[in-house]
């Protein structure tokens, strides 16, 4: 079955306190990414990576950091977490051909 | 400036008649646009796909038309069913960039009664 898997689900941190959030995904697809999803202003990218060792900036980046060692595990780490960075995110993996999104189940965070 | 843009927040339809989710765009290079829908406490999952060259595709229940020159999307969902109640996404892709990145609406909720 073609899978996206993100851990935590749910995460409460403070202020500063590093913390990744994983994902994998088991369909051999080179590009992945990340999204946040807020309230009023749907999905917005955070990075994304072409392949491995390939990754760029998405749309609001800042705070963020990724990184791509093996194909199929793309990672969002927060370094200094914010509380304006309380969010859904959710990893997605697209199957190129068809330009079709593939989303994890999503990572609820709160920053307090 | 929102370049996907879902001007309805929410919607309502009775079980079995027509729903109709619109969707605007600004954005002249978006050459592929695709519905998702999304459960609460679950990702957005694909849902129907159309091209910049047609002007329609049907899926099952599910039909979503394409106005290039009002740049005008809509997704109809015949007939509805109280389990298509959901969040619905639209989303568009320029494919002459690099980056496979979807650009999404704020999405329409939709609400299916029995």
């Known amino acids: 079955e073609a899978q996206v898997t993100q851990n935590p689900r749910y995460l409460i941190t403070v202020t500063g306190k590093k913390l990744t959030v994983t994902c994998s995904q088991n369909?051999?697809?080179?590009?992945m990414s990340w999204y946040r999803q807020d309230p009023g202003l749907g999905l917005r990218q955070i990075y994304y990576?072409?392949?491995?060792?390939?990754?760029d900036k998405g749309d609001v980046p800042e705070g963020y950091k990724v990184s791509r060692k093996e194909k199929r595990n793309f990672p969002l780490i927060l370094e200094s977490p914010s509380p304006n960075q309380t969010s859904l995110y959710f990893c997605?993996?697209?199957?190129?051909?068809?330009?079709?999104?593939?989303f994890g189940e999503g990572s609820r965070l709160t920053v307090l | 400036d929102q370049q996907v843009k879902q001007n309805s927040p929410s919607l309502s339809v009775q079980e079995g008649r027509i729903s109709i989710l619109n969707c605007d765009y600004t954005?002249?290079?978006?050459?592929?646009f695709l519905w998702y829908k999304k459960y609460p406490a679950e990702g957005p999952t694909f849902l129907i796909s159309?091209?910049?060259?047609?002007d329609k595709n049907e899926d099952g229940r599910f039909t979503v038309f394409l106005n290039k020159s009002a740049k005008h999307l809509s997704l109809h969902i015949v007939p509805s069913q109280p389990g298509d109640s959901a969040v619905y996404f639209c989303?568009?892709?320029?494919?002459?960039?690099?980056?496979?990145?979807?650009?999404f609406g704020k999405g329409t909720l939709l609400t299916v009664n029995p």
């Open positions: 990576s072409m392949n491995v060792e390939v990754t």
């Open positions: 369909m051999n697809h080179e590009y």
């Open positions: 159309i091209s910049s060259i047609k």
């Open positions: 954005n002249s290079m978006f050459d592929y």
């Open positions: 989303a568009a892709r320029d494919s002459g960039g690099s980056n496979y990145k979807l650009t």
């Open positions: 997605a993996s697209t199957r190129v051909a068809t330009g079709e999104l593939f």
